[in-house]
């Protein structure tokens, strides 16, 4: 019986020890699961397929550090849905690997992991992914748009920044121009 006491003892240790080692992942799976729910909600509402490609997401560290390099601006979910102003562009371009994306990044709103949180910045990304012609047609003509993400922990955007932040980072590869038709990728239509 002690051997058996040891033993489960040792394993809930270990079980602890490792959910320590994983609880920031798990939590940032979770905010970037609420992100995408969001804007895949948002994206029925305009006829607009979004999807996570894990091939752009592997580039997200990159992408972020171009973008931090372009001097591009974070937003505060909080401050956009309260201000009066509605920005026409959220998006910032850079180039990571000779090619184009665009990228949006917003400081980490508390209780991050509520997709409804998400629900205003969502729009305004879907919004500026169209103003820049980043949705594209599938083969059966419908619009879609793939995005990558990541959360960036404990980061300064610039060094002059006092303190460390968390950010949601949102990015799209920048359609290239159709050889045969001379067309990039397309644009929706929102509601007034």
Same mark, same amino acid.
């Given at each position: 019986?002690?051997?058996?006491?040891?033993?489960?003892?040792?394993?809930?240790?270990?079980?602890?020890?490792?959910?320590?080692?994983?609880?920031?992942?798990?939590?940032?799976?979770?905010?970037?699961?609420?992100?995408?729910?969001?804007?895949?909600?948002?994206?029925?509402?305009?006829?607009?397929?979004?999807?996570?490609?894990?091939?752009?997401?592997?580039?997200?560290?990159?992408?972020?550090?171009?973008?931090?390099?372009?001097?591009?601006?974070?937003?505060?979910?909080?401050?956009?849905?309260?201000? @009066?102003?509605?920005? =026409?562009?959220?998006? /910032?371009?850079?180039?990571?690997?000779?090619?184009? $994306?665009? *990228? +949006?990044?917003? !400081?980490?709103?508390?209780?991050?992991?509520?997709?409804?949180?998400?629900?205003?910045?969502?729009?305004?990304?879907?919004?500026?992914?169209?103003?820049?012609?980043?949705?594209?047609?599938?083969?059966?003509?419908?619009?879609?748009?793939?995005?990558?993400? @990541?959360?960036?922990? =404990?980061?300064?955007? /610039?060094?002059?920044?006092?303190?460390?932040?968390? $950010?949601? *980072? +949102?990015?799209? !590869?920048?359609?290239?121009?159709?050889?045969?038709?001379?067309?990039?990728?397309?644009?929706?239509?929102?509601?007034?």
């Amino acid at each position: 019986m002690k051997l058996f006491r040891k033993l489960a003892a040792a394993a809930l240790a270990g079980v602890m020890a490792l959910s320590l080692l994983t609880g920031c992942a798990l939590g940032d799976a979770a905010k970037e699961s609420a992100m995408l729910k969001a804007l895949q909600t948002v994206g029925d509402l305009y006829q607009v397929k979004v999807s996570e490609s894990d091939s752009l997401s592997k580039k997200a560290s990159g992408i972020f550090k171009a973008f931090k390099n372009a001097k591009g601006k974070a937003w505060d979910i909080d401050e956009l849905r309260n201000s @009066d102003d509605w920005p =026409d562009e959220i998006s /910032t371009e850079v180039i990571y690997q000779d090619i184009h $994306y665009r *990228v +949006v990044v917003l !400081k980490m709103p508390k209780n991050a992991k509520d997709s409804t949180k998400w629900g205003y910045p969502a729009d305004a990304i879907l919004y500026s992914y169209s103003l820049n012609r980043c949705i594209e047609k599938d083969e059966d003509g419908n619009d879609t748009l793939k995005v990558g993400f @990541d959360v960036m922990n =404990d980061t300064k955007l /610039t060094d002059k920044q006092e303190k460390s932040e968390d $950010y949601m *980072v +949102v990015f799209v !590869k920048v359609p290239e121009e159709d050889n045969n038709t001379g067309e990039d990728g397309g644009e929706i239509t929102l509601p007034a």
